[in-house]
């Protein structure tokens, strides 16, 4: 694979990357990377492994290896050592008012010929009665999970 981006690490950089790997409090995707930094300086006493050498040595691949290089060239040294941020952020169907519905419907009688609700049922009555347009039933689930709410 083409080395495109350069990794040239401080002697501060190599002595805090050693520290992390050897203090081993750090999460296991953290210290991955920070010794994929590590073999990947290319500074003047660095190592430069190559791609493959480093995907063989930790059982990584060459585009997990690619993207940390890439990310220490691009957006520094620690973002290289964290995970990416999601790019997006959704926002949440119900609101306030709506999941007042939901908690109230959920804590209902079941509709006729139904021994309890089910996720579906509630996501069906919730667009029925107009209190949303459109609604998963994963939302549904999720909504009264975070209310500890249980339709067993």
């Keep these: 694979m083409n080395q495109k981006y350069v990794v040239k690490l401080t002697d501060e950089q190599i002595k805090h990357l050693e520290k992390l790997i050897t203090s081993g409090t750090s999460p296991a995707r953290m210290l991955t990377r920070a010794r994929i930094l590590l073999k990947s300086d290319q500074s003047e006493n660095g190592p430069n492994w190559s791609y493959e050498k480093i995907a063989e040595a930790f ?7 690619r993207d940390v290089r890439k990310r220490f060239a691009e957006a520094g040294f620690e ?45 069906r009555a919730m667009q029925e009665r107009m209190y ?17 709410l249980s339709l067993g």
């Design 79 to 123: 973002a290289a050592l964290q995970r990416k941020k999601p790019d997006r952020e959704y926002e949440h169907s119900l609101d306030g008012e709506a999941e007042a519905h939901l908690i109230a419907l959920a804590c209902s009688q079941p509709p006729e010929g139904q021994k309890r609700w089910t996720l579906r049922l509630l996501k």
């Design 59 to 65: 059982d990584v691949s060459e585009m997990l290896i």
């Design 132 to 148: 949303v347009q459109t609604v998963s039933h994963e939302t549904i689930r999720t909504t009264l999970k975070k209310r500890r």
